[in-house]
């Protein structure tokens, strides 16, 4: 059965430092998001990719994130300068259609900033 | 904005006890809900959705039904077992107004965590 993967599984990088989180989607899928849940909170979206381009994001997702579908099978998330505060887990979700289609996830990347 | 609220937790229940999770949800518009189960060390995974009012979703056992009366999902299952132990999302996604799109970002409630003992 087709699923999500995601790399690293565990990332552990210093303040200030760049990250790049990593995710395969499902192949014919269409619509592309990241999540984040910070231990103890809800999880929350950050950003949805569509036709190679953002289509939404949220007020979380500011110049310091960006995202990217580079060769048409990965997708990524950047943080450019990370912060204690963007320790984490990051999921990444993907979904074939719009219309009450159902949003597969991967298993997710633990960010940890010291 | 939207917003989903779920139970306080954790929720600890004996095997084949009868399980409630309540979820209520705020939103504009006509939302779909959903309930997602992530189990220790794995991804989200959905359990069961709803797309309109009255509808119910159902999947190995557990049931939900979309109350628009109410906003509410709650969900149930009639016996668990010690394998549904893991943690429970409610969430929904919003519609835009009639001729408008969404681009089916979800909302989560803050999670249940459910432990089933033998």
């Known amino acids: 059965e087709p699923e999500v993967t995601q790399t690293p599984s565990h990332q552990v990088t210093q303040m200030g430092q760049e990250v790049i989180l990593r995710c395969v989607p499902i192949?014919?899928?269409?619509?592309f998001y990241w999540y984040r849940q910070i231990l103890g909170q809800k999880v929350e979206f950050l950003v949805s990719?569509?036709?190679?381009?953002?289509?939404?994001k949220s007020e979380i997702f500011d110049d310091q994130f960006s995202v990217e579908r580079p060769d048409g099978s990965n997708f990524t998330l950047k943080i450019r300068s990370t912060k204690l505060e963007d320790s984490a887990m990051y999921f990444c979700a993907s979904q074939k259609g719009i219309s009450g289609g159902e949003q597969f996830f991967g298993p997710g990347t633990r960010l940890t900033v010291l | 904005g939207n917003s989903v609220t779920q139970m306080e937790g954790p929720v600890t229940l004996s095997e084949e006890a009868f399980l409630t999770i309540n979820c209520t949800y705020t939103?504009?518009?006509?939302?779909?809900l959903f309930w997602y189960v992530q189990y220790p060390g794995e991804g989200l995974q959905l359990l069961l959705k709803?797309?309109?009012?009255?509808d119910k979703g159902s999947n190995k056992g557990f049931e939900a039904t979309y109350r628009k009366e109410t906003t509410s999902f709650h969900l149930e299952k009639g016996s668990v077992q010690v394998s549904d132990s893991a943690v429970y999302f409610c969430?929904?996604?919003?519609?835009?107004?009639?001729?408008?799109?969404?681009?089916?970002?979800?909302?989560f409630g803050q999670g249940t965590i459910l432990t089933v003992h033998p």
């Open positions: 709803a797309t309109k009012a009255d």
């Open positions: 990719f569509y036709n190679n381009e953002i289509s939404e």
């Open positions: 192949s014919n899928h269409l619509y």
């Open positions: 969430a929904l996604s919003g519609k835009g107004n009639a001729g408008g799109t969404s681009y089916g970002k979800l909302t």
């Open positions: 939103a504009t518009g006509y939302p779909s």
